[in-house]
């Protein structure tokens, strides 16, 4: 089951560029939130720093507070377990290439040393059950590569890795950015079927794509946090003026 | 932590009874969702492993360190080894061009001579050949042709010395001999560069065949120092009304002058090192001529053809010294040439951009 | 003019390349035999006779240099690609390894001799083999970062974002990714210094017999070309070629394999 999110005082850098400042932010469980805003405007940056990936980069920097549950993620444990209860699909699919689709499925777990054939077979069928792809690879899914199935199917595929390691929170940086149309409907489905079981946050710079999918959108300009509401109040009557200038397309 | 949270109980996973046969039982997968989940609570279980990665990153960084510490073994171990033939005769053993082992007196001038000799014959001939190779890749060659001419050259850089020098001994070695040599004698002969002594062994026939043997190393990397001038420059030159020729003489070769030089360099000091080819061609004579077609010695061939029959300390560590120069002189043109070749590649790895 | 030039120097960059393979295959072909893997050398006046303790002693110190050469190279290139990017450290050690790629090969071999052989008191396929192995590292090192660093950065975030340990990461996602590209690599390492004589003399020495102790003198198939070449013995000659040629064809595969691997892109649909 998912869990909320509470973010305090987040201020991110990256090398000098000041790219996060003073995010506050309480992220309901169990429903999906969308980050809009124009591209550069810190939205990708901060949910890389949800899952702690955004510290991989040797120059990146991080300070606040980011609760997941009741756990305070940059104080009481190791960027590797948090990722473990943090799953993330990246803007474009990136499956192992020299695995097949069993094997992608079940990286998380075997590389993390889970070891029970049996049961992995199970989570391998339920996690692309999840994430509506069973039907379409079920007859290969230890012959055919990973790499070799279609963007939209390779993007589901990555869903399928994130939800193996049944994590709390499913973070998603632009999942159908790099689609087509079909696929990307496909993947709104997905959302729509998985935030019952799973806090998921979307990164999206499609708007229309945050107003179906999630409750609450929060919208990101110049590494602030400009607004957070429910999604319908964000679209139809924001407090803010640059919400709204953003909204009806004057900019960005 | 977190592990203290969640008790760490082993749960064996909850499969329902039809699940035994595998893609039948849709129920039991999608049902219950337990409160904690068994992968969750094995996850969990799981160290953060920063134990494991900390030694991991530590023995790669032990292994990229050993690369120093080779080289600073090397250097020290030759120093060491060497150091009989230093207090004896000092710098004078460079300078010195008597080489007597019987009556223990060493000097390394004739090698000396004979390595720079041998590879400055070869730059002489290999330089102009590997340039206009590359040119001809670069600038010239229809696409079908780039493939296995850079394949060509690939092979003739992975073929061994050992197989240059048989092909030298039995084939290079005859041909100088008998058709190449007379030549130089009868129309050069009066310069004294040509005199002496026809064997088919000696300078000039080592020169040619180290000049085969560097010619590739000049060759593709001049390939990749010309490859990384941008278009633009070449557009530039073009754009001035220049001749496809001036093109390349003004657009490409003066911007990659450095590197280019660098590769040259870099051929030196292949030359410097070639050991087994030169030793069975330069019929390895302690003595320094003028002729290039008499026989001499280089400081590599020297050490290959002495080194198992040396027979007293002295003897070994005037060997060993001669190494050891060998060693800091290749460390220095490399370095150079290094420095010089990234200067236009920008140092990154030649593949990768 | 200018491109006349250009070709002339191409062509003359292919004859020699040309005449070497033409020449080596002719008298290599017509003395290769199933005696020359199968026998040791027979004492001179004797005809026929082969390499097969050479073949074998070959094997031997090849096998004991990749030992060493193969994971410490492998190791080092890891650290470049995975943890030193970028680092002055890195470019430290990069550019050592470049410089110690030009290092003379018979500087490698006195270097081993007085560092083994001596101490040991005698000559072993053991020294052979280390030596073979240090000449191995820079160049493993050099292709297995170049390798890694063609892996997509994507892969690498997916396998943290999964939570994999970094070291499980490194080696079960990105350097099995790049597996084919660096094993390529290996090979053309290992068959740069299969050819190798100058190392070989003073640390192995060679062996007319046959022995498999790495503890002794071992035969080597470069070394014994050298001492079949500069005989004066028409029979020996004969046996030196066949091992050239043997020693070329193994070369040959290897540089293919690297070309075929690279151009058809190690990487792809790794996107």
């Known amino acids: ?252 | 932590m977190t592990e203290t949270r969640i008790p760490k109980t082993q749960v064996e996973f909850q499969a329902g009874p039809e699940s035994e046969n595998g893609a039948g039982s849709e129920a039991t997968a999608a049902n219950v969702p337990p409160a904690i989940s068994e992968v969750r609570r094995f996850l969990l279980s799981r160290g953060n492993s920063s134990l494991a990665d900390g030694g991991f990153r530590w023995l790669m960084v032990i292994c990229a360190l050993s690369i120093f510490a080779i080289v600073v073994l090397i250097g020290t171990v030759l120093v060491r080894s060497s150091e009989l033939t230093r207090a004896k005769f000092g710098f004078k053993f460079f300078f010195d061009q008597m080489w007597d082992p019987v009556n223990g007196n060493f000097g390394a001038l004739p090698f000396i001579y004979g390595t720079l000799v041998t590879s400055l014959l070869a730059l002489l001939i290999a330089v102009p050949l590997a340039l206009g190779l590359a040119i001809f890749l670069t600038e010239m060659s229809p696409k079908f042709l780039r493939g296995p001419l850079a394949f060509i050259t690939e092979l003739l850089a992975a073929i061994p010395s050992i197989i240059y020098g048989l092909w030298a001994v039995f084939v290079l070695v005859p041909l100088m001999r008998d058709h190449v040599n007379p030549i130089l004698i009868r129309f050069f002969g009066w310069t004294t560069l040509f005199s002496g002594d026809n064997l088919g062994l000696g300078f000039l026939t080592s020169g040619v065949i180290l000049a085969v043997m560097i010619l590739p190393i000049i060759s593709s990397l001049t390939r990749e120092v010309m490859t990384a001038v941008p278009h633009s420059q070449r557009e530039a030159v073009l754009a001035l009304g220049a001749t496809r020729w001036e093109m390349i003489r003004v657009g490409v070769l003066r911007n990659a002058r450095i590197g280019i030089v660098g590769s040259i360099i870099l051929g030196l000091g292949r030359a410097f090192g070639e050991t087994m080819a030169v030793t069975m061609v330069i019929g390895n004579t302690p003595e320094i001529h003028k002729s290039l077609l008499a026989t001499g010695n280089t400081m590599a061939s020297v050490i290959a053809n002495e080194f198992s029959e040396a027979a007293d300390d002295l003897h070994l560590s005037a060997l060993i010294e001669i190494g050891l120069a060998l060693f800091i002189v290749t460390i220095i043109i490399n370095a150079i040439a290094r420095l010089l070749v990234w200067a236009v590649t920008s140092g990154a790895p030649a593949r990768v951009n | ?271």
């Not at chain 1, 005082?9 to 809009?36: F, K």
């Not at chain 1, 094997?103 to 199970?122: H, I, M, P, T």
């Not at chain 3, 006779?49 to 080092?76: E, F, R, T």
Request: charged fraction near 15%; glycine fraction near 8%.
């Open chain 1, 1 to 252: 089951m998912g869990v909320g999110i509470e973010v305090t005082n987040l201020n991110a850098w990256y090398g000098a560029t000041h790219t996060l400042q003073d995010i506050n932010l309480n992220i309901p469980p169990n429903q999906a939130t969308a980050l809009i805003g124009p591209s550069g405007c810190g939205k990708s940056t901060f949910v890389r720093c949800i899952n702690r990936m955004h510290e991989t980069n040797p120059i990146a920097r991080v300070t606040g507070t980011v609760r997941i549950g009741d756990l305070d993620i940059y104080e009481d444990a190791k960027p590797v377990e948090i990722r473990r209860r943090v799953g993330m699909v990246f803007q474009r699919p990136n499956p192992f290439p020299t695995m097949s689709i069993y094997d992608n499925v079940a990286s998380g777990l075997k590389l993390n040393g889970y070891s029970n054939r049996r049961a992995l077979d199970e989570i391998v069928e339920k996690s692309l059950r999840n994430s509506a792809l069973w039907e379409e690879v079920k007859d290969e899914l230890k012959k055919k590569s990973g790499a070799s199935l279609s963007g939209g199917q390779q993007q589901r595929l990555c869903i399928a890795r994130a939800l193996a390691v049944d994590p709390e929170v499913l973070l998603m940086d632009e999942p159908a950015s790099a689609l087509d149309p079909v696929s990307t409907s496909k993947i709104e489905d997905l959302i729509f079927e998985l935030k019952s079981q799973y806090t998921i946050v979307i990164v999206t710079h499609n708007m229309q794509q945050a107003a179906r999918v999630a409750e609450k959108t929060g919208f990101f300009l110049n590494g602030r946090m400009v607004e957070f509401d429910s999604t319908h109040k964000i679209f139809t009557n924001p407090s803010d003026k640059r919400t709204e200038d953003y909204i009806t397309g004057r900019f960005g």
């Open chain 3, 1 to 271: 003019m200018a491109s006349g030039l250009a070709i002339l120097a191409t062509i003359l960059v292919i004859l020699p390349l040309v005449a070497i393979f033409v020449y080596l295959i002719y008298m290599g072909a017509s003395s290769l035999n199933l005696a020359f893997f199968t026998q040791i050398p027979k004492p001179v006046g004797v005809s026929g006779g082969g390499m097969a303790n050479a073949i074998v002693g070959s094997a031997i110190i090849l096998a004991l240099s990749s030992i060493l050469g193969v994971p410490i190279g492998i190791s080092g290139g890891i650290f470049l690609a995975e943890f030193g990017r970028g680092t002055k450290l890195a470019n430290a050690i990069r550019f050592t390894a470049d410089v110690l790629n030009g290092v003379p090969s018979i500087v490698m071999g006195i270097a081993v001799y007085a560092l083994v052989v001596k101490p040991q008191g005698h000559f072993s396929a053991f020294a052979g083999g280390v030596a073979l192995g240090i000449m191995m590292i820079p160049t493993i090192t050099r292709t297995t970062e170049e390798m890694l660093l063609m892996v997509p950065h994507a892969i690498r975030e997916a396998a943290l974002g999964l939570g994999v340990p970094n070291w499980r990461s490194v080696l079960s996602i990105t350097l099995k990714t790049a597996s084919p590209g660096i094993i390529t690599g290996c090979m053309l390492a290992f068959a740069r210094v299969a050819g190798e004589t100058a190392p070989l003399i003073f640390t192995v020495l060679g062996n007319s017999f046959w022995s498999t102790n790495i503890n002794q003198p071992i035969a080597a198939l470069p070394l014994q070309i050298y001492v079949f070449a500069i005989s004066p013995y028409d029979d020996w000659h004969r046996l030196a070629w066949a091992g050239a040629l043997v020693l070329i064809i193994l070369i040959v595969l290897a540089v293919s394999l690297v070309r075929y691997v690279t151009s058809r892109g190690v990487m792809k649909g790794a996107s």
